[in-house]
């Protein structure tokens, strides 16, 4: 009933800069916390950063200083800025958002993620 999707991933050398994006879309009535997660290889699923409604956020440790969130309610989207990149920053990112339907339901959407490689 919602989907997200999301955008920006790629290759990018050490140091560079990458943007992420999630849109939401579908029958919902609100959209509580949005996040994204990134999973490598051999690695479980992690925290990377989450914002509230309010826009107060959150970051991992790893993302502390160069990562930021941010969201857009106007457009359901929910951003990350990522700068410094590092190889260890490679990994699938998702998307993730939680809320309520239209019938007062609530959800907790993923998308399907989007690679991220930090190579030279």
């Known amino acids: 009933q919602v989907q997200v999707e999301e955008s920006g991933g790629g290759l990018v050398q050490p140091g560079g800069s990458l943007r992420l994006s999630c849109a939401a879309s579908?029958?919902?009535?609100?959209?509580?916390?949005m996040a994204w997660y990134r999973q490598a290889p051999g690695i479980e699923r992690e925290l990377v950063a989450a914002i509230g409604t309010g826009g107060s956020p959150t970051y991992a440790d790893s993302a502390k200083g160069r990562f930021t969130i941010s969201r857009d309610n106007d457009k359901n989207t929910v951003y990350l800025q990522m700068n410094s990149l590092k190889p260890e920053d490679t990994a699938v990112y998702y998307c993730n958002a939680g809320g309520l339907t239209v019938w007062s339901i609530p959800f907790n959407s993923w998308g399907q993620g989007t690679r991220v490689t930090v190579s030279s």
């Open positions: 579908g029958r919902f009535r609100s959209i509580n916390a």
